[in-house]
């Protein structure tokens, strides 16, 4: 074999290049992120809602927003028709921009040319390989000598492309640390630039925690609620981390309703009038909907008033403030809440 020529770069001819997010700091484009967690706990359920987003240029939990993009998923234990795509349509999804490459000639693997080929084809700026297991063909997942070569042909990919690249992966079942419990090889959470795990919190309740970030400080942990009823849905960040969801003992996240009475209680405290859009427009910076807020308004007696520029919120003055006990509640509107009105917990 002959040897290679020895090629030489200088850092100072290396340009600098800024990273581009399609969820900052979660899902860096152009890299690999890592969505891992038991079985069941809603690892392909959050990324379906992400990806509905994206293809409708909705606004994601971390404040992106995106022009509508085209996505690729691949998935080989959920049925197209009879589980993704009504999950999708559930999201409220651009079907129309969601894309399937065919595997009934030949199964998918990282390091298959059609990856490339397809997101090139389809300008997709996100593709999502579910689950991790599925796609290394006949490499073994434990062997660093057959996870490497199709980690970085697949990182190549993403590099080539500036797609991010979103490998769903379950946990296996030993304890110890977060990183060693992803399936296979350490390699493979080696090659993410990004790994989220995702855990249960109570019976419908799930956090999702960065527990590695390369290319920007770790974000905050986020929480949804995954409801046989009402399906999927944001709740806000959350104080939990990677132990904690491992375990099942994180604190359950203040719920929306919670939320917005404590946002109404803190603006509308000292008995100020405050222009309804500004409550609106806070309400919104959280995360709360309209209808959530308007619930807990009607709860607390809100009075409104029209003014000449426009309605105005006021709370009654017989009216008694909740204390929300919960890890992420701001301790200091609390006391000054109880220094104004009478205070019961509920």
């Given at each position: 074999m002959q040897n290679p020529k020895l090629k030489i770069i200088n850092m100072e001819d290396v340009e600098t290049e800024q990273v581009e997010w399609l969820m900052k700091p979660y899902l860096p484009?152009?890299?690999?992120?890592?969505?891992?967690?038991?079985?069941?706990?809603?690892?392909?359920s959050m990324m379906l809602?992400?990806?509905?987003?994206?293809?409708?240029?909705?606004e994601l939990p971390c404040g992106n927003v995106n022009e509508p993009m085209d996505i690729i998923f691949?998935?080989?234990?959920?049925?197209?028709?009879?589980t993704i795509k009504p999950r999708l349509v559930d999201l409220g999804a651009d079907c129309s921009r969601?894309?399937?490459?065919?595997?009934?000639d030949a199964s998918l693997s990282f390091s298959d040319l059609r990856i490339e080929q397809a997101i090139v084809k389809l300008n997709a700026k996100l593709i999502i390989l579910d689950p991790a297991q599925a796609y290394f063909a006949s490499a073994s997942m434990n062997?660093?000598?057959?996870?490497?070569?199709?980690?970085?042909?697949?990182?190549?990919?993403?590099?080539?492309?500036?797609?991010?690249?979103?490998?769903?992966?379950?946990?296996?079942?030993?304890?110890?640390?977060?990183?060693?419990?992803?399936?296979?090889?350490?390699?493979?959470?080696?090659?993410?630039?990004?790994v989220l795990t995702v855990g249960r919190i109570d019976e419908h309740t799930r956090a999702v925690v960065q527990g590695k970030s390369n290319l920007a400080p770790p974000g905050k942990s986020l929480s949804f609620e995954l409801h046989p009823d009402t399906g999927f849905k944001w709740l806000g960040e959350c104080d939990a981390t990677v132990d904690d969801v491992m375990s099942g003992k994180s604190a359950k996240p203040e719920s929306q309703f919670a939320k917005a009475r404590r946002?109404?209680?803190?603006?509308?405290?000292d008995g100020y009038e405050v222009a309804s859009k500004e409550i609106i427009e806070a309400a919104e910076d959280e995360f709360i909907s309209y209808k959530t807020l308007n619930r807990a308004k009607s709860e607390l007696g809100v009075i409104t008033t029209k003014h000449s520029d426009g309605w105005y919120w006021q709370l009654p003055i017989e009216a008694k403030f909740t204390e929300v006990n919960q890890a992420n509640q701001n301790s200091q509107d609390v006391q000054h809440r109880q220094k104004l009105l009478p205070v019961y917990v509920v």
């Open positions: 484009c152009g890299k690999i992120t890592i969505v891992q967690g038991d079985p069941g706990e809603g690892k392909t809602a992400i990806a509905a987003d994206l293809t409708r240029g909705r691949q998935t080989a234990e959920d049925g197209l028709g009879d969601v894309h399937n490459i065919v595997e009934d062997s660093a000598d057959g996870v490497r070569p199709m980690m970085k042909s697949l990182a190549g990919v993403a590099e080539r492309t500036g797609c991010a690249v979103v490998i769903i992966g379950h946990l296996n079942k030993s304890k110890g640390k977060s990183t060693y419990r992803g399936l296979g090889s350490i390699d493979i959470y080696a090659a993410a630039r990004s946002l109404i209680e803190t603006m509308l405290a």
